[in-house]
């Protein structure tokens, strides 16, 4: 079993930064990678960002790279996500999770959070 807790979303105007954390427990060993993901009401999730616990291998979708950087803390079984010059069009719940397959897309993923509200403003 693996717990996986989201903080620090919230609102901010369009061109603010925030920071994400997803802090995991339990048989997060059993995990290869973690990844990001959103979802707004009426579409389906999408991928943002997964990052491997061991190399640091980095995975972006085209909609946020050179604007999101993934991070990880493996001493502290922490994953993070530094969203700058937010949009918009970033206004979404986000998720993370617990990878065992392909990155990018939500059937890669076995374990999640409950999710953190992020509203961008224009």
């Known amino acids: 079993q693996v717990q996986l807790v989201e903080s620090g979303g919230g609102l901010v105007q369009a061109g603010g930064s925030l920071r994400l954390s997803c802090a995991a427990s339990?048989?997060?060993?059993?995990?290869?990678?973690m990844g990001w993901f959103r979802q707004v009401p009426g579409k389906e999730r999408e991928f943002v960002a997964a990052?491997?616990?061991?190399?640091?291998?980095?995975y972006y979708a085209d909609s946020v790279k050179g604007r999101f950087t993934i991070s990880r803390d493996n001493a502290k079984n922490t994953v993070y996500l530094q969203m700058n010059s937010l949009k918009p069009e970033d206004t979404a719940v986000y998720y993370c999770?617990?990878?065992?397959?392909?990155?990018?897309?939500?059937?890669?993923?076995?374990?999640w959070g409950q999710g953190t509200q992020v509203t961008v403003s224009s």
């Open positions: 990052i491997t616990w061991s190399a640091g291998s980095t």
């Open positions: 999770a617990t990878n065992r397959g392909s990155i990018v897309v939500v059937e890669g993923y076995d374990y």
């Open positions: 339990g048989r997060t060993f059993s995990r290869d990678a």
